[in-house]
């Protein structure tokens, strides 16, 4: 019988247009947490998010797409919910305000980040928008 042994990921999140005061508060925790941080260029938009993230079975693309305008994303890649709650809670203790947050999933691995990052940002003002009609 032959034993399929899943290859290990890294933790990583990916961020995106992170405020200018806010990543070195981000690079600090994900450091103190030994997470792997790779902050995402307007040139690597085209990607494919488990290129990004480090997952096997993914290579670079030639795509360019335009950048989307946002205040910030971090994307969480190979990390358990548990571990997920140990950086959001580290990320609250710390003041470090990063509006959009969302981890890679196997239905989005396979977009390029800029789609990743649209729909966020599409899903984000739509959540404000309801809070807004309260």
């Not at 247009?17 to 941080?37: F, Y």
Request: with cysteine.
């Amino acid at each position: 019988m032959k034993a399929h042994i899943a290859a290990k990921v890294p933790e990583r999140v990916l961020s995106y247009a992170v405020e200018p005061a806010m990543q070195p508060l981000l690079s600090a925790v994900l450091k103190a947490l030994s997470i792997e941080e790779y902050s995402v260029s307007p040139d690597e938009l085209g990607q494919k998010v488990g290129y990004l993230a480090g997952f096997p079975g993914f290579s670079e693309t030639e795509e360019h797409p335009a950048a989307p305008s946002c205040g910030g994303v971090l994307c969480m890649c190979g990390m358990s919910s548990a571990r997920m709650d140990e950086l959001l809670k580290a990320l609250r203790t710390n003041g470090v305000s990063v509006p959009i947050k969302a981890m890679a999933t196997a239905m989005n691995q396979s977009w390029s980040f800029a789609e990743l990052v649209t729909e966020l940002i599409k899903e984000h003002e739509a959540i404000l928008a309801q809070r807004r009609r309260g």
